[in-house]
């Protein structure tokens, strides 16, 4: 009881202007408002997509709000829960942008087949066909969102005092990932594989598609076990809000790997090791399921460890300019 007090207890101290990361979610507004602009004879439904914008940060505005009126750790964190509702919008609003782009899908899988000298996303699934191994991946794969929400709540409930630092880290790092994706159009095995062919993708030929995913978004089939639970969830989810985008680098492997960092920033023994196995599966599962090419898994990596500490040091550096 007295811990639910804490939760609606009026800080001495609010915080005044928006939070670190709702600047953050406010500058990517503008900077993909600037393409819109720029390119608004290109763009599909431009007018839309303005006032799609204007209704986001009438929301982010109206939270802060709220948090001004009850300064309390609740309606900071619902402030935070908003911006994470908000993912999917944005992330398929990458697809609204970079379809203006030629596809680079060709040059994508020409460098892994150079790499690997051959497909890794096209045979993993084909050596490994068994129910289990498909089912744990699958799993994994549905994993995602629990592992970086799960990672903030913890935040908020165990270490509070460090909640916005990474709540900032993570949500930054989502909208650092859609910046790269609207300027660098790669839809990834499932739509390039399907697009062109399985036989010619086989036979290590890899056509240009040029725009063509600007009007077309038909994906593959996901391989492995078709009966299985967590094949349909993966299945119902690409369905509902699956589009020919984000694929490189792999914000899936790059934001668990940065949930996985915050676990051992908060020295949490209990949440590293619980997300670590997850983390390490999703690194296959993205390949096995085609969602991604295995350089994409490579450039997530990298693009997490680079993400997780730029974001933690403009943290640092305004919370010390706050400090003086």
């Not at 068994?130 to 709540?153: C, K, N, P, R």
């Not at 790092?173 to 993708?201: C, E, N, R």
């Not at 600007?214 to 690409?238: A, C, N, Q, R, W």
């Not at 209990?270 to 969602?291: D, E």
Request: hydrophobic share 50%; charged share 15%; net charge neutral.
């Amino acid at each position: 009881m007295m811990q639910l007090k804490k939760w609606f207890e009026i800080e001495k101290h609010p915080h005044k202007g928006p939070m670190l990361l709702e600047w953050v979610v406010i500058g990517y507004m503008v900077f993909t408002l600037l393409i819109i602009l720029f390119c608004f004879t290109k763009v599909q439904h431009p007018e839309a997509m303005i006032w799609d914008r204007v209704k986001l940060g009438a929301i982010t505005m109206a939270m802060w709000v709220v948090y001004r009126l009850i300064p309390c750790r609740v309606t900071r964190l619902l402030r935070v829960l908003m911006q994470l509702v908000m993912l999917s919008w944005w992330y398929g609003d990458t697809y609204q942008i970079n379809r203006m782009l030629p596809n680079l899908d060709h040059v994508f899988a020409s460098l892994e087949q150079q790499l690997f000298g051959f497909q890794p996303a096209l045979v993993f699934c084909e050596h490994f066909p068994q129910h289990w191994i498909s089912e744990i991946l699958d799993m994994a794969y549905a994993s995602y969102f629990l592992l970086f929400v799960g990672t903030i709540v913890y935040y908020f409930f165990k270490r509070y005092d460090d909640f916005e630092r990474c709540a900032l880290v993570i949500l930054a790092s989502f909208f650092s990932f859609y910046a790269i994706y609207d300027l660098l159009p790669v839809a990834g095995p499932m739509y390039y594989y399907h697009a062109v062919g399985i036989q010619k993708i086989a036979a290590g030929i890899f056509p240009n598609v040029a725009d063509y995913f600007s009007t077309h978004t038909e994906m593959m089939k996901s391989p492995g076990y078709s009966d299985g639970i967590f094949y349909h969830l993966i299945t119902d989810v690409h369905n509902a809000g699956e589009h020919p985008t984000a694929a490189f680098p792999s914000s899936h492997v790059g934001i668990s790997v940065i949930a996985l960092l915050m676990a051992g920033r908060a020295r949490s023994k209990g949440l590293f090791f619980t997300l670590l196995p997850f983390v390490v599966l999703i690194c296959f599962a993205t390949v096995y399921i085609r969602a991604h090419y295995a350089i994409d898994v490579l450039g997530g990596l990298i693009a997490a460890a680079a993400f997780y500490f730029l974001w933690n040091y403009i943290y640092s550096m305004t919370c010390k300019q706050k400090v003086q």
